[in-house]
């Protein structure tokens, strides 16, 4: 087992998720991603870096190039006008800071489409783009962002950050893995900037392994443990880390699937939310991710002695995503119109699986929401960056 699992992260290493190509003639991604981002290549090539050193936060302890975010279900309480703010679980308050958010965000999702331009076309222009925004978050002093989450989901009146805004990252996995294959594919201009990227993940990568922040959030034991390790694996292979990716991998198997889902396939600790619907499809996209990245549709695949699997989540969610009417639970309190989209587990399980009405179920879902919330929920967006 240690000997296949070595030689599974060393293809990883030396060709990311090359190996993990679904057979030719299977399903044409690559036709279908250029029928969906060819007409969005103009809006992303005018798309200018924003990072968050040009949002003000007013309510931020740190300096201009700290992140700062405020929890979404905080509320000022009715009983304590201006005290410390108070739990609504599932209602996410409108009043809160998503700035940085928000750009943080828009990076997530214009890179990475920049990126599978590049690798569609071969055209020189998308690269470049990529390289601007890499270069304001990552690498030019004035614009960076310190890597760290020292001040994310703060709670105003009780802390200025939150181990689990930890959460806030996710929307840069694609962003490691658009470095991954500007790195791998030569892609122009990448070079000149590559060890300032590297060298911001590498300290992110060191602050999400070691903080108290970090580690916290790597042991919570729902959807943000799943973040955490999807985190970790991305920025380990984008690095070369083959010590995180081995841990990575042994943790999904010892922890993450054996408590987040049952033999039947449900996510209880997903379900038991105010919105179960949205928590099961992200949290079941995010397993699904990682599993892609750690081992391919062999860890899809994979059970626990007593059956409980990632392909046997997926298989327990899909006939609600096919039909959401059918949900058996009580609907979500917040945004119950826009889901589904066009989930990343249906992909990575279909194929992993051979289930073509998976991969047609995938095919019909719209893979391009506009609902702030949705987007949110929706970080593997870009299938290129994965297969």
């Not at 293809?11 to 029928?35: F, K, M, V």
């Not at 614009?143 to 802390?159: D, E, F, S, Y």
């Not at 990568?205 to 916290?216: K, M, Y």
């Not at 380990?236 to 987040?260: F, H, K």
Request: hydrophobic content about 45%; glycine content about 8%; charged content about 20%.
């Amino acid at each position: 087992m240690i000997a296949r699992r070595s030689l599974l992260l060393a293809a990883l290493l030396a060709a990311p998720a090359a190996w993990a190509r679904p057979r030719p003639g299977a399903l044409d991604i690559r036709a279908i991603e250029r029928r969906r981002l060819l007409p969005q290549a103009e809006v992303l090539l005018a798309a200018k870096p924003r990072t968050i050193t040009a949002i003000l936060a007013p309510r931020s302890p740190a300096g201009r190039h700290d992140y700062y975010s405020e929890g979404d279900y905080w509320w000022p309480d009715p009983a304590n006008p201006g005290g410390p703010y108070v739990r609504r679980d599932g209602r996410s308050n409108p009043d809160k800071f998503d700035g940085h958010r928000d750009a943080l965000i828009a990076f997530g999702r214009t890179v990475p489409a920049l990126a599978a331009l590049w690798d569609l076309t071969g055209e020189t222009r998308f690269a470049g783009a990529a390289m601007r925004h890499l270069t304001a978050w990552f690498v030019d002093p004035k614009t960076r962002m310190n890597p760290n989450l020292n001040h994310a989901q703060a709670i105003i009146g009780v802390n200025s950050g939150r181990a689990i805004g930890v959460i806030d990252t996710l929307q840069i996995v694609e962003v490691a893995r658009a470095a991954t294959l500007f790195a791998r594919k030569e892609a122009p201009g990448y070079a000149a900037i590559r060890a300032g990227v590297e060298r911001w993940f590498a300290a992110y990568l060191d602050w999400l392994t070691t903080s108290r922040f970090g580690t916290t959030e790597r042991d919570e034991k729902n959807n943000h443990g799943t973040c955490w390790l999807l985190q970790a694996a991305c920025f380990a292979a984008l690095l070369g880390r083959p010590d995180i990716l081995e841990d990575a991998g042994g943790r999904l198997r010892t922890v993450i699937i054996p408590a987040q889902i049952e033999p039947d396939g449900r996510q209880p600790l997903e379900l038991a939310r105010t919105k179960p619907y949205a928590y099961a499809l992200f949290n079941l996209d995010v397993l699904a991710a990682s599993a892609w990245l750690l081992g391919g549709g062999e860890l899809i695949g994979w059970k626990t002695p007593d059956g409980r699997s990632i392909g046997g989540a997926i298989a327990w969610m899909a006939p609600f995503i096919a039909d959401k009417a059918k949900w058996p639970l009580p609907p979500d309190v917040e945004y119950r119109d826009g889901f589904p989209v066009r989930q990343p587990s249906l992909l990575f399980g279909g194929i992993a699986q051979k289930r073509s009405d998976w991969l047609d179920l995938w095919q019909r879902l719209n893979p391009d929401p506009t609902i702030g919330e949705v987007v949110r929920n929706f970080p593997v967006r870009q299938p290129l960056l994965w297969l």
